[in-house]
């Protein structure tokens, strides 16, 4: 009998009689879909595949921005402009509140005013 072939994790081999040959049968487990930040490798000790990789961490945005992860480029978009500084009167002063992402109005003295 010829010896057996080498054979890979997922495949069988089985010995013909009629034609007094190996035959080898089996396929590889297709490759898993994965994130495009992900990696798939196969492992031919436990013959199957395995995916590692983490997605990167979501950018540090204001309050006035949001974030939105791109598969296609595989990144974060940050998007999303600061509100415009509202009109004020000569004695008023606006400041930008971060925690509601909202410009506010101050009243103040008329001594800032040209008269």
Same mark, same amino acid.
């Given at each position: ?19 007094? !040959?190996? *035959?080898?049968?089996?396929?590889? $487990?297709?490759?898993?879909? %994965? #994130?495009? +930040? @992900? /990696?798939? =490798?196969? &492992? ?30 595989? !990144?974060? *978009?940050?998007?999303?402009?600061? $509100?415009?500084?509202?009109? %004020? #009167?000569? +004695? @008023? /002063?606006? =400041?930008? &509140? ?18």
């Amino acid at each position: 009998m010829p010896t057996q072939p080498q054979i890979a994790c997922y495949e069988t081999a089985s010995f013909n009689t009629a034609s007094c !040959s190996w *035959e080898v049968s089996g396929e590889m $487990p297709a490759q898993p879909q %994965i #994130a495009c +930040y @992900e /990696t798939a =490798s196969f &492992n031919t000790t436990t013959c199957s595949w395995e995916v590692s990789g983490e997605m990167p961490a979501q950018p540090a945005i204001a309050c006035y921005e949001t974030a939105s992860f791109n598969t296609t480029t595989c !990144s974060w *978009e940050v998007s999303g402009d600061m $509100p415009d500084q509202p009109a %004020i #009167a000569c +004695y @008023e /002063t606006a =400041s930008f &509140n971060t925690t509601t992402g909202s410009k506010r109005r101050y009243a103040g003295s008329t001594s800032n005013c040209l008269l």
